[in-house]
């Protein structure tokens, strides 16, 4: 009789838990310009701070919340000297390091000025980030430094326990070049240079319902260097400049009327905002920084509340990461403005309002 062939069979292999992937917003308790600590509060704090004798080639320093300080070395040339820095609004290191980067860099353009040099600012949890994480961080952040043209000359890190990542930023401009946030004069246009909508994006990446396209888009607008207010800075037609971060729109626009003395009305119709943004809101992809911009600012703003319900007004006080320049110009150089912007790239850049007389106070409509 044949000898029947035995076969062994082989155990299966076991099965390796596979390690949830490192995400760097789980290390933030907050992202991006929604780190901002409310306007209310840093109005409080620094209303508490000591009076300092300033000196006359001091042009601009806290006293109207503008965008960078700016120090007159002669009569051609003025420092532009500024900071920013903030949490991961995003997972991937090179993006978190290119969008802080932009929006440290945007503060120089919004004053009118040219960026000259940068410095890193770096406080990462080292025992819990992979060195490559960290050295991608820094490399997002060098990358648009060089879109720039400027080198990323020094700096200073820290172990923290939250990812921390930002620029000291350093530029010139010419003084009779510099744009203050206190020159808007009624009858100006108000101009937005960048949808908006970057707060919702980021509150629906953290819960996971954030698609593919819709982060190119966010990435693509938290990227864009402000680099049209070179250019604005030149123009004796534009009386006001600043740029929409972590306030909102609302607020950044609350900060010019009364740092101006003036009032401004707003057609929301007219505000530019990214592709699918409402949607994301509609589902509750909210920040709790628009909420607290609100609370902060809402009593000098009057809304069209029948026609402007809680999304709108959410949209309006939407914490804006690296957000677009915000211009106050005089009528007849509205389509220079425009042109300036679209030749740097910027789509979305449309008139959304106009400046009016009165006491600091913003009125939003909708106009159909």
């Known amino acids: 009789m044949p000898r029947r062939k035995t076969r062994t069979v082989e155990p299966p292999a076991p099965e390796i838990a596979s390690e949830e992937p490192l995400r760097l917003t789980q290390f933030s308790h907050g992202g991006g310009c929604g780190c901002k600590i409310a306007p209310a509060v840093l109005e409080q704090i620094l209303a508490k701070t000591a009076p300092v004798l300033a000196p006359r080639q001091l042009l601009v320093g806290i006293e109207t919340s503008d965008d960078a300080a700016v120090y007159q070395l002669n009569e051609e040339q003025a420092l532009v000297a500024t900071t920013d820095f903030f949490m991961p609004i995003v997972d991937d290191p090179f993006d978190f390091g290119c969008i802080a980067a932009t929006n440290a860099l945007s503060d120089v353009y919004a004053m009118g000025g040219v960026p000259l ?47 921390i990542y930002g620029l000291v930023a350093i530029g010139l401009v010419h003084p009779d070049h510099l744009k203050r946030n206190s020159g808007a004069r009624p009858g100006d246009k108000l101009i937005l240079g960048k949808g908006l909508g970057v707060g919702f994006f980021s509150a629906a990446l953290k819960k996971g319902l954030l698609s593919g396209v819709s982060y190119s888009a966010m990435i693509t607008s938290t990227t864009q260097l402000n680099t049209p207010g070179r250019a604005l800075g030149c123009l004796a037609g534009v009386h006001a400049m600043t740029d929409v971060t972590g306030f909102g729109l609302l607020g950044h626009l609350v900060e010019i009327c009364k740092a101006s003395g003036v009032s401004a009305v707003i057609d929301y119709t007219a505000v530019p905002v990214l592709t699918n943004a409402m949607d994301y809101a509609a589902k509750g992809c909210i920040t709790g920084a628009s909420e607290r911009n609100w609370a902060s600012y809402g009593e000098y703003v009057s809304l069209q509340k029948k026609q402007l319900g809680d999304l709108e007004r959410a949209l309006l006080t939407d914490p804006q990461t690296s957000g677009g320049l915000l211009v106050s110009c005089a009528p007849e150089v509205v389509t220079e403005v425009l042109a300036i912007f679209l030749q740097e790239g910027f789509d979305h850049a449309t008139v959304i309002g106009e400046v009016g007389e009165g006491k600091a106070q913003v009125s939003v409509i909708r106009s159909h």
């Not at 406080?123 to 430094?145: F, Y």
Request: aromatic share 0%.
């Open 117 to 163: 040099l940068a410095l890193a600012v770096v406080g990462m949890p080292v025992n819990k980030l992979p060195l490559a994480t960290i050295k991608r961080i820094l490399d997002g952040g060098e990358s648009v430094c060089s879109r720039a043209l400027i080198p990323i000359a020094g700096g200073h890190t820290i172990d923290s326990v939250e990812p």
